[in-house]
């Protein structure tokens, strides 16, 4: 260990020429200023370092002080935190998208029991149009074979018209 003994009561450090009032305080400035270590050639070795910018510090309180103010700390965690918000907005935009494709099947499927209802409702009015239709064209007939019959059975009195026309004007 490098000190130099100024005094009962001070110690020097031989790289920087600092003081300090006992050999501990004087043993921990060489195990952890970085500058008299790089000084004297040797290797910084720390648990405090910054994963953004590789900066060292010796202490816990200096270490927590440079995150504060390390920029490019500050960027990578934002950056960690907006890329975990990006990837939960992913999956909840999935989970909608998938939730959207299930309501346009559902509505496909309703459209098309709706056509099919409509298919069926027009099927029935034509079926009712033909019947009336043929009801229709049967009353018709009806009354042009009443022209064909002879005599007192073509007049009105067959069908209880006083008159005996064949026809009941309205």
Known sequence: MESLSLSSSQFQCDTCNK???SKYT???HLEKN????MSRG???KSDFVCKSCNHISMKRGDFHAHLSNCSKYI????RKIYQEKIEEYCILLREKQ???TILE?????YEKKCEDEKIEKNIANITNTNITNTNITNTNTNIMNIDHVPGEMNTGKRFGLPDGSRYRDL
């Open 19 to 21: 003081t300090f009032s």
């Open 26 to 28: 004087l043993k921990t």
């Open 34 to 37: 970085k500058k008299c270590i």
């Open 42 to 44: 040797g290797e910084i």
């Open 75 to 78: 960027i990578d965690t934002d």
């Open 98 to 100: 998938e939730y959207i």
């Open 105 to 109: 099947d559902k509505l496909k499927k």
